[in-house]
């Protein structure tokens, strides 16, 4: 009986990890919402204020990632993330997937972020490495 329960409970945690793999927001659809909503007035004034909060910390996070890379996995890179309207993010992609942006996702997933002009907001950033 004991078994069995176990067996049980591990298909369940891998059914929760398969239906958090399936949420999983395509990353083109992803990059051209983002691309979108940085077109509007809003997108326009709240890129402004992105930018402005990233120099307290991505500076710190890519020299941290950098370090020890070889130049040629050094390369420049999108970061979306889909921000929630308390400033959290909701969802973290990178474009291309490169080490130095996974070494930094736990930077970009714990960050705060303004509040966006609506709920689920996608935003692109670049991060130039050169």
Not at 46 to 62: F, G
Request: hydrophobic share 40%.
């Amino acid at each position: 009986m004991r078994l069995r329960r176990l067996a049980v409970l591990v298909l369940l945690i891998l059914a929760a990890g398969a239906a958090a793999e399936e949420q999983k927001t395509n990353p083109t659809v992803a990059r051209e919402t983002a691309e979108s909503n940085a077109k509007t007035p809003a997108g326009r004034r709240y890129q402004s204020a992105l930018e402005s909060s990233l120099d307290s910390w991505l500076r710190k996070a890519m020299e941290k990632c950098i370090k020890g890379v070889p130049k040629e996995d050094a390369v420049s890179f999108d970061v979306l993330v889909r921000i929630s309207k308390t400033g959290g993010a909701e969802e973290v992609a990178f474009e291309p997937d490169t080490s130095v942006g996974r070494c930094a996702e736990r930077d970009f997933r714990d960050a705060k972020y303004p509040s966006p002009p609506e709920a689920s907001w996608w935003v692109k950033i670049p991060v130039e490495l050169h």
